[in-house]
């Protein structure tokens, strides 16, 4: 299987930890992106690379949250001193440059904070 | 910033129904896209619109780029058990420049009764 891969799938931690989620993109995919999704809504989307550049960053993404792609492959997202308000779905997705728009998702990490 | 409101928000139908759900923005998008979510899995894109009036199908489903770009519609012929699943439109108001972030609705929950 040659699509999007995110790990781990699952993670319950204690409300002030910190947890990091990796992100695999489809191997000829220049760009990556993060979203994070609750339950009831859609995606939200949060930032996004093109190769090892991090071009945008959405309001949502506080301080105690940092994303890195430090060879333009794969992609980290780290969460610092975690809240409850911090449980969600954290998706990945990745598309070709030709196709920018059309972008292909992750499995999710799901993020339980108690 | 923008948004995309979804309706029916749930749809309950039988098995060999057709189905249509659409999708509107109170400003104007130049990309349309559909996704489709099972429950604990990352989105699934299903179709990509690039143009006003632009009517695309994948098999069953079908979905168009509305006139005045404010708009799009899927429609799926002949319900299967397996369409089950919350179907998202995302959309992108830009027409060039680096923003590639997509903006997602609440998406439509189907259920198909066999």
């Known amino acids: 299987d040659t699509g999007v891969s995110q790990d781990p799938r699952h993670k319950i931690t204690k409300r002030g930890q910190n947890v990091t989620f990796r992100c695999d993109p489809i191997s000829e995919h220049n760009r990556l992106y993060w979203y994070r999704q609750t339950l009831g809504q859609g995606p939200e989307f949060l930032t996004y690379f093109q190769n090892e550049a991090q071009l945008e960053k959405s309001r949502l993404l506080s301080d105690r949250f940092s994303a890195e792609r430090p060879k333009g492959s794969f992609s980290t997202l780290e969460i610092q001193r975690t809240e409850q308000g911090d449980s969600a779905m954290y998706l990945c997705?990745?598309?070709?440059?030709?196709?920018?728009?059309?972008?292909?998702f992750g499995p999710g990490t799901r993020l339980t904070v108690t | 910033g923008q948004q995309l409101n979804q309706s029916p928000q749930s749809m309950f139908i039988q098995e060999g129904e057709d189905v249509s759900m659409n999708c509107t923005s109170s400003?104007?998008?130049?990309?349309w896209l559909w996704y489709k979510q099972d429950p604990g899995e990352g989105p699934v894109l299903l179709i990509a619109l690039y143009k006003a009036g632009e009517l695309t199908s994948n098999g069953r489903l079908t979905a168009q780029f509305g006139i005045t770009r404010k708009d799009s519609f899927l429609n799926i012929s002949a319900s299967i058990p397996s369409d089950v699943g919350i179907y998202f439109c995302?959309?992108?108001?830009?027409?060039?420049?680096?923003?590639?972030?997509?903006?997602f609705g609440k998406g439509t929950l189907l259920t198909v009764n066999p």
């Open positions: 400003s104007i998008f130049n990309t």
């Open positions: 997705a990745s598309s070709l440059s030709g196709r920018k728009y059309e972008q292909y």
């Open positions: 995302a959309g992108n108001p830009n027409s060039g420049g680096s923003n590639y972030k997509l903006t």
